[in-house]
């Protein structure tokens, strides 16, 4: 099996994470801890067999317009233990079961790829910049990474989306794993 | 119309959040139902805001969808104020990103008021946004709510409909299904004829049992997908549309008079108007 993720962000800077950050220091209690937010977007993608993932994801993040538009945003990809490099100091993946499985079908159906083609799950990465000790900066993301009461909680809603939260810098495989996989259900669900 | 009269109608606020767009057609339908819909900034003093009879939080894209649709707009403390008149029994609707939000600041299905029990998830059927008119069915259940009582249990009215996140889902289905037999789910996708459960587009988005609309257990707050006010006139009712109000509006062609009559969506803004001067009526079994 080979698993890979590409990470994308804006060259400018996000505004949406710069709402999430405006909502959760004036609103949601934050001022204090929370320095700052950004955002990357995660696409992950599984191969049943080995495969040079690397140089198949840069073909198709330069030749493609599939997974990032050169004007609007930077990448990086990291293969198996690979890191990625996100900024901040604790990491909130959030994504909903199925989404990415459209750039599964346009990879099949435009046959971008040789071979089997990967699954794909795609999600939002938080990167977060809290306090530097370890035990607050795990509080606050957990407090921050799911909205379960109306002053409470903000960047995913459990009853949609599924949550993972990282201390340390996720490498590919990490992030991978973090994605709900069950490909049939997640076609039967959309 | 006089002065005097208009001042003598409930106060309804259009709440206006960063984004939104549909705030002069909502009052537009409020004032033709004769309720004095006033729009009213989010960051107004509160207690300009304590001092309405009901609220609407309309239509639009309050700060712009970010993170979640009415994910933001739910922690603003202007939402305080109507919370607190959710929970006093004052009438709240929130049309289609207003859903959003009383969703996301969990005063629909409001079991535990705050709590959030409830997501609208991406459309299914559609990738992405959905444009169009749909059939909803009246399934009062044997409860009344604020927004229903002048429409008949079972009546099928044609509305329109626009989003690209409009799913009423729930981790556990079966909690749905609770809120349903209780009553909290009045207004259901249907076909024409008004079967139930369809599938798209006739329901649009893949809502759970088909649901249009969910109230809070007291059934004076409202969270309702599609657009009634701009159903408000009868001329905004294509011609092609099924069932009395197509019958009715295809009748109607090139009589002013008669195009200018209430649409199907105003049955919903009667029915608060009926509520706000007399009061909750009877359930109609």
Redesign the interface.
Known sequence: MTLAVLRRWLKVPDPTALTARDTLQRWLGFADVLRDVERSEVFAFRWEEAVAARGILERLATDTNLLQNPNKHCFEIAVGSEALHPRGNVWVLTHEAGNGADIGSVLERRRLVDGEPPQVARGVLWELTGPTDRGTLSRMAAEIAETRERRAGLLANPHLENVTIFSDAPTAMDMAEAFVWESAEAEELR | MKESIIEAWPRVAVIQLPGVNCEYETKAALERAELRGEIVRWNEPQERLDAFDAYVLPGGFS??D???AG??A????G?DVV?RAAEDGKPVLGICNGAQVLV????VPGRTP??????L??N?GW?GYYCGWVYVKVEKQGRETAFTSRFEDGEVFPVPLAHAQGRF???DPDRFQEWAHAGQVPLRYVTPDGDADPGFPDNPNGSLLGAAGVTNPAGNVLAFMPHPERGGRLRQVPEWIQGTWGTRRRAAARRRDLLDGPGPGMKLFHSLADYLRWGQREARV
């Open positions: 700060y712009e970010r993170i979640r994910a933001v739910a922690k603003v403390p939402l919370a996301e600041a969990g005063l705050g709590e959030v029990e409830m997501a998830g991406s299914r990738d889902t729930v981790r």
